[in-house]
Every structure is written in C-alpha cells, then in structure tokens.
C-alpha cells in the first residue's frame, strides 16, 4: 500500500470513530468510497461502503456485489472525488460531488446516504445533480 493511500485509509477510519460530527462521518464515507475506487479495492466497497439496500438491488439485477464493483472499477481510471455540500437530515444524508476520471468529463453528481448500524453507508452511487447544485 503507498503510504498517501494508507494515510487516507487511516484518516477515514479516524474520522468515523468517536467524537466525530456526522458531517465528518459521512465525509469520511465519501472520502473511504474514493480511496476504495481508486485502488479497485472491491472487498471494501462491497463490506464498508455500500448500503445493505444497494446491495439488494444489485442482487436484484441478478448481479452480485464484487462483480458489480469490479465493473465499475475498471470503467475508470485515476478517478478522484470532490465534495461541494453534504446535507444531513436525521438517518439520511446527500452529497453534491464532482467525479472526474482520465477520459471522462467531470460529472456533478448526487451521491445518497443512510445511516446504519455500521454506520454511513452509500445508498446510491450518483445521479445529476440537482439543478441548484449546479
């Protein structure tokens, strides 16, 4: 592991621990859901990033986590995440992102949230943005 990434990795997992605001939280998530895509680091998106409820609509396409997750990886290259406004209401959560990867135009996208027992896990990976994001 390169030592950036293993920095990043550790600031993620700090950041989610105790004393951290829900806003820190979710940006931890966010920041951990990058770092994971980045490395095609599968095993992690599928066990600390997705929500149970994504999982069971991938599996409702009759695609399982990993193989998802692997196309998804492969279909980008040096991706990076950056996060405008993160907007918490109670066991939910939003982010306004820009995705950008080498070959590909920069998205602003929407990126949803739910709070579970293991935490802030993505419910969805990006849709538009909406309009007053933009």
Sequence with gaps: MRPARGVLILGAVLLGGCGATERDQVQAKLQQFAVA????????????VLAPSLLERLASLGLGCDSAMR???????DPA???SRITIAGASASAITLSTARG?????????LVKTGQG??????????????R
């Design 37 to 48: 895509t980045a490395g095609g680091d599968t095993k992690t998106l599928c066990t600390q």
């Design 104 to 112: 590909q135009q920069p998205t602003l996208e929407q990126i949803e």
């Design 120 to 133: 802030w896990r993505l419910s969805s990976l990006g849709s538009g943005a909406p309009a007053g994001a």
């Design 81 to 83: 995440l950056t996060v």
């Design 71 to 77: 196309i998804f990886v492969a279909s980008v290259r």
